[in-house]
């Protein structure tokens, strides 16, 4: 069976301090990734997919940035944070290469930036 | 612009009663609706899958019902449990990647004794 893993659960960390956030998929191959955030009372706004290993595709402009670096990796970074970033984060996958709309999502990490 | 409303904001019923969560969708083209389960601080988790020719599809004591017409969705709730308590995303497809989903806000549910 398929399984995502998605660490840290949660995270403090300082304005202007770099972030990581790392997710990993098993038990599938070549799966489409995602990066959702979800901020409080809002609906979950796509951040970066990936359709494959290195390549990226960014829906919302701002200081994150995402990589795959291996087929079932995937991962979201900063160099800055800002006050804007806190929320949680959710790591996704789905079947390549029909999808059915289908996401499977990891547990969440939390992000709040003091 | 496509769009996913999702009705009561929140709603608080006693365990055993049945509801019902609406959402109301803009998007076009359609592929297909999503009922998500989400616990508090957890990832959604899908409940139902409905495409355009579906009107009604069950999961356990979750029905979901679709009128593709008026673009309007329901997610029925029958005699409810306090593990219910969650919010529920109701999240419409258009055809294509997953990145053409547009997700609702949710309807925070609270079972209570």
């Known amino acids: 069976s398929q399984t995502i893993h998605q660490w840290p659960a949660t995270l403090v960390q300082p304005v202007g301090s770099p972030l990581s956030l790392e997710c990993t998929v098993e038990?599938?191959?070549?799966?489409?990734l995602y990066w959702y955030r979800q901020a409080a009372g809002r609906g979950l706004q796509l951040l970066f997919y990936?359709?494959?290993?290195?390549?990226i595709s960014s829906e919302v402009p701002q200081n994150l940035s995402a990589s795959r670096p291996q087929d079932r990796q995937f991962i979201l970074s900063s160099k800055k944070l800002l006050l804007s970033d806190s929320g949680f984060y959710l790591c996704?996958?789905?079947?390549?290469?029909?999808?059915?709309?289908?996401?499977?999502f990891g547990e969440g990490s939390r992000l709040t930036v003091l | 612009k496509n769009q996913v409303e999702q009705s009561p904001q929140s709603l608080i019923i006693l365990e055993g009663k049945n509801c019902t969560l609406q959402?109301?969708?803009?998007?076009?083209?359609?592929?297909?609706l999503r009922w998500y389960k989400q616990d508090t601080g957890r990832g959604p988790v899908s409940l139902t899958i409905?495409?355009?020719?579906?009107n009604t599809k069950s999961n356990g004591r979750y029905t979901a019902t679709l009128d593709a017409d008026t673009k309007q969705s329901s997610l029925h709730i029958t005699a409810s449990q306090l593990s219910d308590s969650a919010s529920y995303i109701c999240?419409?497809?258009?055809?294509?990647?997953?990145?053409?989903?547009?997700f609702g806000t949710g309807t925070r549910l609270q079972v209570t004794l």
């Open positions: 996704a996958w789905s079947v390549q290469p029909k999808n059915t709309g289908e996401l499977f």
């Open positions: 038990g599938t191959s070549n799966p489409n």
């Open positions: 990936s359709v494959g290993i290195g390549q």
């Open positions: 959402c109301n969708y803009t998007v076009s083209p359609f592929s297909n």
């Open positions: 409905m495409t355009f020719s579906e």
């Open positions: 999240v419409v497809s258009a055809p294509g990647t997953a990145s053409k989903l547009t």
